[in-house]
């Protein structure tokens, strides 16, 4: 370490995960407006934030998978909390949001947009919702930006048509809801078929349209449906879909 430079703590590297989550790739850089804000917020430079945005893409598996390497020089607590936030999809992405909210000096709930009418006066229940509320605008934020705001199947890139939608779905597979390699970004017509069977993703990334969509070709237009069988998907920056999930999309969900 050089000489006045100053070691990072936890709650620094839980922040600095948290905006790594939610940039695109692509804006992992010094001059975004979102590096300055937090390097501002915990008083270091936007090249330091920049470089240790770049620190984490070196821990990131779906990168490390596409042949890409971050930054050199990760360190030992760089690991240790990549590993704690990586491992723990249902807690730790809350913490860090509450985290932003107590150093931005404003509540979890404002930080997050959820009008405060919409909750309960019930003291748990409205933490219950608020953690919930919070965890799904986190799960939505890491999934679009991996996919770079465009929709997997579709290539659409109007932000507000689109999902981040579920593979194994919310209720089934608890520990994995805020995963985003259970995430894939997609438009509200083509997430619906893939919520109800109509279209599933190999494990392999090739999409699949089911069988009882492409006979009724005549009635539907193609290009919302057969142009798109066994197309590759466009693929997130990282955060690559677990092959686990989509097997079992393909095997419990597709109407075959």
């Given at each position: 370490?050089?000489?006045?430079?100053?070691?990072?703590?936890?709650?620094?590297?839980?922040?600095?995960?948290?905006?790594?989550?939610?940039?695109?790739?692509?804006?992992?850089?010094?001059?975004?407006?979102?590096?300055?804000?937090l390097?501002?917020?915990?008083?270091?430079?936007?090249?330091?934030?920049?470089?240790?945005?770049?620190?984490?893409?070196?821990?990131?598996?779906?990168?490390?998978?596409?042949?890409?390497?971050?930054?050199?020089?990760?360190?030992?607590?760089?690991?240790?909390?990549?590993?704690?936030?990586?491992?723990?999809?249902?807690?730790l992405?809350?913490?860090?949001?509450?985290?932003?909210?107590n150093?931005?000096?404003?509540?979890?709930?404002?930080l997050?947009?959820?009008?405060?009418?919409?909750?309960?006066?019930?003291?748990?229940?409205?933490?219950?919702?608020?953690?919930?509320r919070?965890?799904?605008?986190?799960?939505?934020?890491?999934?679009?930006?991996?996919?770079?705001?465009?929709?997997?199947?579709?290539?659409?890139?109007?932000?507000?048509l689109?999902?981040?939608?579920?593979i194994?779905?919310?209720?089934?597979?608890?520990?994995n809801?805020?995963?985003?390699?259970?995430?894939?970004?997609?438009?509200?017509?083509?997430?619906?078929?893939?919520?109800?069977?109509?279209l599933?993703?190999?494990?392999?990334?090739?999409?699949?349209?089911?069988?009882?969509?492409?006979?009724?070709?005549?009635?539907?237009?193609?290009?919302?449906?057969?142009?798109?069988?066994?197309?590759?998907?466009?693929?997130?920056?990282?955060?690559?879909?677990?092959?686990?999930?989509?097997?079992?999309?393909?095997?419990?969900?597709?109407?075959?």
């Amino acid at each position: 370490m050089k000489e006045g430079q100053r070691l990072w703590n936890r709650e620094e590297l839980i922040l600095a995960i948290n905006l790594y989550c939610k940039l695109p790739f692509g804006k992992l850089h010094k001059g975004n407006p979102e590096v300055i804000k937090l390097s501002s917020l915990i008083n270091r430079t936007p090249s330091s934030v920049a470089y240790k945005l770049v620190n984490f893409a070196s821990l990131d598996p779906s990168l490390k998978a596409r042949g890409i390497v971050g930054a050199p020089n990760v360190s030992k607590l760089d690991i240790e909390i990549w590993n704690e936030f990586y491992d723990n999809w249902d807690e730790l992405p809350f913490e860090s949001e509450k985290l932003l909210a107590n150093i931005e000096h404003t509540t979890v709930e404002k930080l997050n947009h959820i009008p405060e009418d919409e909750l309960p006066s019930d003291k748990t229940f409205r933490e219950q919702l608020i953690k919930i509320r919070v965890n799904q605008s986190f799960f939505r934020s890491a999934v679009l930006a991996a996919y770079n705001y465009t929709c997997c199947v579709t290539g659409i890139n109007q932000s507000d048509l689109l999902i981040a939608g579920h593979i194994r779905p919310w209720g089934l597979d608890e520990k994995n809801r805020l995963n985003p390699r259970n995430g894939l970004t997609l438009n509200a017509l083509h997430d619906k078929m893939f919520e109800n069977g109509y279209l599933t993703i190999t494990p392999d990334y090739i999409i699949k349209i089911s069988p009882i969509l492409m006979s009724e070709k005549k009635k539907t237009p193609f290009d919302y449906f057969e142009k798109y069988h066994n197309q590759l998907i466009i693929q997130p920056t990282r955060f690559l879909p677990d092959a686990e999930f989509l097997k079992y999309h393909n095997q419990e969900r597709f109407k075959a």
